[in-house]
């Protein structure tokens, strides 16, 4: 991403020109500040990563996660995050049985593994199916997703920092709700990692 970043979200203030800069945070950041504390991506969803990423979601060409998970790895240390464990973000039920596997604990798994810390795979589920946010707005991306989270297991991240993955971001609304949830279930702190961030252009 062109830096500055939004400090939350992390996408690049860029686009949005002085009026941003100032405050460190994007559009979307200052009027509804989202339930994590930070998001950052490794990479833009673009060439290589984009690729890399449709080969391990669509292809099941799970060597990938590794590779991507170390990269991941990388992003957490250069931001010092301090965090206690590790939660992928979920899939449905219908989703994970059409799909297999759920890439979000592909990338989560290593990435725990090389922090040293504890996979926390079991503490949040999607209770509610979405539908896919492709091809949706930022608002309706929100409502899609509002509530689909739920934190089943509350012991492991009670009071805890937890560092939710997933593969890619778009406006951030997945994080946001399932930041939420994990607060709501007893989490104190929220940072979310992705692989890539599908860039954004300015409203
Ligand atoms: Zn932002």
């Known amino acids: 991403m062109v830096p500055p970043l939004c400090v939350r979200c992390g996408q690049s203030l860029e686009a949005w020109g002085e009026n941003a800069l100032g405050a460190g945070l994007c559009?979307?950041?200052?009027?509804?500040?989202?339930?994590?504390?930070?998001?950052?991506?490794?990479?833009?969803?673009?060439?290589?990563?984009?690729?890399?990423?449709?080969?391990?979601?669509?292809?099941?060409?799970?060597?990938?996660?590794?590779?991507?998970?170390?990269?991941?790895?990388?992003?957490?240390?250069?931001?010092?995050?301090?965090?206690d464990g590790v939660?992928?973000?979920?899939?449905?039920?219908?989703?994970?049985?059409?799909?297999?596997?759920?890439?979000?604990a592909l990338l989560a798994f290593p990435l725990a593994l090389g922090l040293r810390l504890p996979y926390w795979g079991q503490v949040l589920v999607r209770w509610r199916e979405t539908r896919t946010q492709v091809g949706l707005s930022a608002a309706e991306r929100r409502r899609n997703?509002?509530?689909a989270f739920r934190v089943v297991r509350e012991e492991p991240i009670m009071r805890k920092t937890v560092l939710l993955v997933d593969d890619v971001m778009t406006t951030g609304a997945t994080l946001d709700a399932a930041a939420r949830a994990l607060k709501k279930g007893g989490a104190a702190r929220v940072y979310a990692l992705v692989a890539a961030r599908a860039v954004l252009r300015a409203p």
């Open 27 to 83: 559009p979307f950041c200052r009027v509804t500040p989202p339930a994590y504390e930070a998001a950052r991506a490794w990479g833009r969803m673009e060439g290589s990563i984009r690729s890399a990423i449709h080969r391990l979601k669509y292809r099941r060409d799970v060597s990938l996660a590794d590779v991507l998970a170390a990269q991941m790895l990388a992003v957490v240390e250069r931001e010092g995050w301090q965090v």
């Open 87 to 104: 939660v992928p973000v979920p899939l449905g039920p219908a989703r994970l049985r059409e799909r297999g596997f759920n890439q979000a």
């Open 145 to 147: 997703v509002a509530g």
